[in-house]
């Protein structure tokens, strides 16, 4: 049998977060072993709205070797601690789904289950009491956990960041040329494809110069220049489901407090996002076009800022949904070109991340095997599915009455993976996490109980403690999650000391 062959050249057809995550992950991975090759053009802009993470983005940052005072201050970034909802189970609520555990676990039944039957009972407060990250975001405090305090809930301190995605892709191209990799710039004109084989052999630039490559990555957002224009892979819309079609955004100055949360505000006919920086306020609306006019969603965002508008609003469109194959010959979809989700959970920069993750770990000899790119695809197809249910678990899961788009979504049909989910949660307040889906059963205990939805009972094997020892318990956690919380030190004076970026001025 011959013994594969290394791949030894890859290219990179475009730039902005998927173009240079990937290029700063493979130039790390790969060691020089395989030239990369980033071809990007400054005449075609970048998306650039992806600025809210969820936690896995620290490994990213691990791999790395990233000081993470240094990115923080490079991006003009900020800490989150978890996502603020208002108005999306009802107009005047909120809740937040907070990262890390909720509560201690007590013999072999989830915290939650305990929680259940106490607040069924009219007993017990509300179940972000005993998150220790939500407790601290809407006090404004943020701090790493320590590490080595035991059996503390300090050590629970799960987050992620909020960063200027621009920023993000400089300081990532540095990290990547700095390691070998190679950035043309120029605008690609032309795609070669092996008379045969039918993969992408060369990139043709505006002027005639040739990029070859045996591995395309592609990052060229919507357009998918490589894996739809080129291979006609097809996509798979799910606007039936996610009926969101445009988002409009425009940057604020910062205001105060400056808090540790990304906040999403449910309005008539979608919702608005603030994600808080060092040095402005990231601001959009995502909207149904069948439901709301441009002109209409843009009065919404501009009439509800937290500061001055520092740029001309400007709006993107989109399909949601997912490229029928991730993976297609020798090209691999990255980013936007891979798909859509909206960014309600902060899960744009995470699907590239874990499809460089993915690549790496299906990482291609010449021939390129079949069975490995089907294995990539298939586990594509899970991550993007899962994390489809549970955005629009968000939709459905309201009891909003103010427009037509929000009775739509209760009344919609929800994917039968999703269904079951509901069920087995109104049985006995059971979550179950299939496999690697992404978000965990906290997460999900989050947004089904923040949107009202009633569980009918608990799990039996709580009873096994009569109600004087639950209260016990519950109140001791709850009073340790305070004590913890009020020891944290302020989220803006934290930044202040560790890993403030130079020249910022806060209002």
């Not at 173009?19 to 020089?32: D, F, N, Q, T």
Request: glycine share 8%; charged share 20%.
């Amino acid at each position: 049998m011959t013994p594969p062959t290394m791949i030894r050249q890859v290219v990179i057809a475009g730039g902005g977060t998927a173009g240079w995550m990937a290029a700063a992950a493979l130039s790390k991975v790969l060691r020089g072993k395989v030239a990369i090759t980033l071809v990007e053009s400054e005449e075609i802009g970048t998306v650039g709205v992806g600025e809210a993470t969820i936690p896995m983005i620290q490994l990213f940052n691990r791999v790395l070797e990233i000081d993470e005072d240094e990115f923080v201050r490079e991006t003009q970034g900020s800490f989150k601690l978890g996502i603020e909802f208002l108005n999306w189970g009802r107009q005047g609520t909120r809740y937040m789904h907070a990262f890390g555990r909720m509560g201690q676990d007590l013999w072999t039944v989830p915290f939650h289950q305990y929680w259940l039957k106490m607040f069924q009972a009219g007993r017990a407060p509300d179940l972000g009491e005993f998150s220790i990250t939500r407790t601290a975001a809407y006090q404004n405090r943020f701090m790493r956990p320590p590490g080595d305090v035991q059996n503390s809930p300090l050590n629970d301190i799960a987050y992620a960041y909020h960063f200027d995605a621009g920023l993000y892709a400089r300081y990532l191209r540095r990290y990547a040329e700095a390691r070998g990799v190679t950035r043309l710039e120029g605008r690609i004109q032309e795609v070669s494809l092996h008379a045969e084989t039918g993969h992408v052999t060369a990139l043709v630039l505006a002027g005639g110069q040739r990029v070859e490559g045996e591995l395309f990555l592609d990052c060229s957002g919507f357009r998918g220049l490589l894996i739809e224009q080129t291979l006609k892979t097809g996509y798979e819309d799910w606007t039936h489901w996610l009926p969101c079609d445009r988002a409009v955004a425009v940057p604020c100055a910062s205001a105060t407090p400056f808090t540790p949360y990304t906040r999403s505000t449910a309005h008539r006919a979608g919702w608005q996002w603030r994600i808080p920086l060092q040095h402005r306020t990231g601001n959009g609306h995502v909207f149904s076009s069948r439901h709301i006019s441009e002109d209409e969603a843009t009065a919404v965002l501009m009439g509800n800022l937290d500061g001055d508008p520092l740029a001309e609003p400007r709006t993107l469109r989109f399909t949601t949904g997912m490229r029928r194959l991730g993976w297609n010959r020798n090209v691999v979809a990255l980013g936007l070109a891979s798909g859509f989700l909206e960014p309600l959970e902060s899960t744009s920069i995470h699907l590239i991340q874990t499809a460089i993750a993915r690549l790496i770990d299906f990482f291609p000899a010449t021939g390129f095997s079949p069975v490995d790119i089907d294995e990539y695809n298939r586990q594509a197809r899970f991550e993007f599915e899962r994390i489809r249910d549970f955005i629009i678990l968000h939709y459905h899961l309201n009891q909003r009455t103010d427009s037509d788009f929000w009775t739509a979504c209760r009344e919609m049909a929800v994917p039968p993976a999703l269904q079951a989910k509901l069920a087995l949660y109104q049985s006995h307040g059971r979550i179950v996490r299939e496999n690697n889906e992404l978000f965990s059963e906290v997460a999900w205990l989050q947004v089904m109980h923040g949107q009202h939805l009633q569980a009918q009972g608990y799990h039996p094997l709580v009873d096994s403690l009569d109600e004087a020892e639950i209260s016990a318990y519950l109140a001791q956690v709850h009073e340790v999650i305070q004590r913890c919380a009020a020891v944290m030190p302020d989220h803006a004076a934290f930044i202040a000391q560790h890993c403030a970026a130079a020249l910022v001025q806060r209002r």
